[in-house]
């Protein structure tokens, strides 16, 4: 069993690696869905030394509130990509070739995304969507 003290360093602990793990965030742009469901959400996010750029889905239903998804990441300032919807379900995402790009996957909510580089052909990723969550 833990004592109150032990429970007050635990939670202080706990309290100061979180700051330690993500030092800020700021939102860059927030770009709405054609049929106002989804959102895309721009973000730079300081994690040490270097700050990544960070593109989230997020759907605009008061029932889903939290519920993000990242669709993107890279070292890349954020005016260097392109984020726009090609219709109510298709997210396109356009970055300089040179970017480091650390994160491009898949998502679960019937978005179809489109990734790709200046100067190259479209890479798209199909997300089947969960029919039982309702998104």
Known sequence: MISAAGLRVLLVASGSFGLVACSGKAVTAT?????QYYKAVVMVRTVGAKPVTEVMLEPQSV???????????????????????????HLSVTYPQAANVTESRKLSMGVALEFSPLGSGPSIHSAVGAASSGV
């Open 63 to 89: 029932w889903h509130l939290g519920n993000h998804q990242l669709v993107w990441s890279g070292q890349v300032p954020p005016s260097e990509i392109s984020v726009s919807w090609q219709g109510d379900n």
């Open 31 to 35: 770009i709405n869905s054609p049929d």
